[in-house]
């Protein structure tokens, strides 16, 4: 199995910018694609961004030129940088990986609140 574990929420003004950085253990050996959701209070859980195992990316258009996703093999981490934070980008995010055990699974984090306010 698989275990993620996610860190660097708080609260920032808008404008602001926050890191946040989802670590995987376990059978990290057989992660795919990861990837960061968020979900707001009242709303569906939403896709941010993902990338994969070659380091392939994909932001969704809400937050397409303010955040940047990347990922780290050798330590089984992937990286969420966000700028120009917005109201709106409050929510708790939550991070997401695929992997084989051997049959492909999902794998989520419990998720890290980030509040974006004045």
């Known amino acids: 199995q698989v275990q993620l574990v996610e860190s660097g929420g708080g609260l920032v003004q808008p404008g602001g910018s926050l890191r946040l950085s989802c670590a995987a253990s376990?059978?990290?050996?057989?992660?795919?694609?990861m990837a960061w959701h968020r979900q707001a209070p009242g709303k569906e859980r939403e896709f941010v961004a993902q990338?994969?195992?070659?380091?392939?990316?994909n932001v969704a258009d809400a937050v397409k030129g303010r955040f940047t996703i990347s990922r780290d093999n050798a330590n089984n981490t992937i990286v969420l940088q966000m700028n120009s934070l917005k109201p709106e980008d409050t929510a708790v995010y939550y991070c997401?990986?695929?992997?084989?055990?051997?049959?492909?699974?999902?794998?989520w984090g419990q998720g890290t609140q980030v509040t974006v306010s004045s």
């Open positions: 997401h990986a695929y992997y084989f055990d051997p049959q492909l699974r999902r794998a």
């Open positions: 990338v994969t195992r070659g380091g392939s990316t």
């Open positions: 376990g059978s990290s050996r057989s992660l795919n694609t």
